[in-house]
């Protein structure tokens, strides 16, 4: 093939999550109402981190910065999905669906690094108190957060530009609701062993140096809520924290899951754990955290009690 690094494929069906059309319509009830509560849920933590004082510290800032990566993420698949739920035309344009692929793992990078400087919070908060207000200052947090997204935009950019220099010039069925790397590597037309090999390499890295500066936060974390005499102290302490290793845990689960092992050729099993990571878990976010949060619960009601 003398013209290599040219796409020939000008937009791809998209199978979706069933071809009954009474089930479709179930489906698009269902997702819809997941999609308004993602947004509400997400949209409220923004709201009441900026309107309530108590609430602007370091902590409330990167978490503000994650909601709006769970309605920015969420956005880019749901309203397509919801789209061909209706559609008899179930198809992406070329364009749209390497948007897609770009966008999530643009989000999706700058996710891991900012749940990693959160626990690099918890850890001054906690082991290093007095100079908690120098190591997180307003513009150490900006610069952190810049960093954050810079990164993930940089990181996410090479990934794409890798994937478009493969040839798409025959088979054009996504075997799935949306377009993501590992899908869209199977539809090229050349040896796809180095590129997915490059892929789980770099999510690999991506993904363990930010779990392994959060696991050494939290062992100098526990190490030193061990250490306090008083049980009140520590209660307090492993409240702060109980909420981000519960997302912790959850997004690097289900990351490594999906990128960090060989394609599965169960791919019904594939789309139901993407419904998870992509389309649940952004609106279990700020459950977990106004739930298992009193401050934030406290914020919420206050601001409710306002507009009331």
Same mark, same amino acid.
């Given at each position: ?101 770009? &966008? ?21 908060? &906690? ?182």
């Amino acid at each position: 093939m003398d013209k290599g690094n040219q796409s020939f494929v000008t937009e791809f069906i998209l199978t979706g999550l069933s071809t009954d059309h009474k089930i479709e319509i179930i489906l698009f009830v269902l997702f819809l109402f997941i999609y308004l509560a993602t947004l509400m849920g997400n949209l409220v933590i923004i709201i009441v981190t900026q309107v309530d004082s108590r609430l602007r510290t370091p902590m409330y800032f990167f978490l503000s910065n994650l909601s709006f990566i769970d309605i920015t993420y969420t956005s880019v698949i749901v309203p397509k999905m919801l789209n061909l739920f209706l559609s008899t035309r179930k198809t992406i344009s070329f364009a749209g669906c390497i948007t897609q692929v770009y &966008i999530c793992l643009f989000l999706g990078e700058t996710e891991c690094l900012l749940l990693a400087i959160m626990a690099y919070d918890r850890y001054v908060a &906690i082991c290093n108190p007095l100079h908690y207000a120098t190591f997180m200052s307003k513009m150490a947090c900006r610069k952190l957060a810049g960093v954050s997204w810079m990164c993930g935009f940089i990181i996410s950019l090479t990934n794409i530009l890798m994937t478009l220099q493969l040839p798409f010039c025959g088979p054009n069925r996504i075997d799935h609701f949306f377009c993501e790397t590992p899908v869209l590597l199977k539809l090229a037309c050349a040896d796809i062993v180095a590129s997915e090999v490059m892929m789980i390499v770099g999510t690999s890295v991506i993904l363990c140096i930010p779990l392994l500066l959060i696991l050494t936060s939290y062992c100098h974390i526990i190490s030193t809520i061990v250490k306090m005499h008083y049980v009140e102290q520590r209660h307090k302490a492993f409240s702060t924290c109980g909420s981000h290793l519960m997302v912790v845990s959850i997004f690097y689960g289900t990351a490594m899951y999906m990128y960090m092992r060989p394609r599965s050729e169960n791919s019904d099993s594939d789309k139901a754990f993407s419904v998870f990571y992509t389309i649940i878990i952004p609106m279990l976010n700020p459950l977990i955290y106004s739930l298992r949060n009193k401050d934030v619960k406290q914020a919420i009601g206050k601001t409710l009690g306002k507009k009331s």
